[in-house]
């Protein structure tokens, strides 16, 4: 059982960054594939960014590549979601998840766990 907390959501201003993180809970935390997903009003639930057990594999949907980093610190039980150049189509409910494969993942539907998620608005 993983329990996934996120924090780090605000408002910003487009072209601003923000820095959201994830505390998990559990001493088995490298074993997760992590990731990152938002949501917008009206809109389905949509991929950021994944990570895999070690942080040495990443990948990211085409929209934000080039501007969002994600990172983990498996000593910390702790995974992040640097996000730069932000558009107001970021704006969103972002949600931290892990799943039990431990590679890169993409649908939701892989993943086990799931956090509370933190708003993110970006204003125009």
């Known amino acids: 059982q993983v329990q996934l907390v996120e924090s780090g959501g605000g408002l910003v201003q487009a072209g601003g960054s923000l820095r959201l993180s994830c505390a998990a809970s559990?001493?088995?935390?490298?074993?997760?594939?992590m990731g990152w997903f938002r949501q917008a009003p009206g809109k389905e639930r949509e991929f950021v960014a994944t990570i895999n057990w070690s942080g040495g594999s990443t990948d990211y949907a085409d929209s934000v590549k080039g501007r969002f980093t994600i990172s983990r610190d498996n000593a910390k039980n702790t995974v992040n979601l640097q996000m730069n150049s932000l558009k107001p189509e970021d704006t969103a409910v972002y949600y931290c998840?892990?799943?039990?494969?431990?590679?890169?993942?993409?649908?939701?539907?892989?993943?086990?766990?799931w956090g509370q998620g933190t708003q993110v608005t970006v204003s125009s």
């Open positions: 998840a892990a799943t039990k494969y431990n590679g890169v993942s993409y649908a939701h539907t892989e993943f086990d766990y």
């Open positions: 559990g001493r088995t935390f490298s074993r997760y594939g």
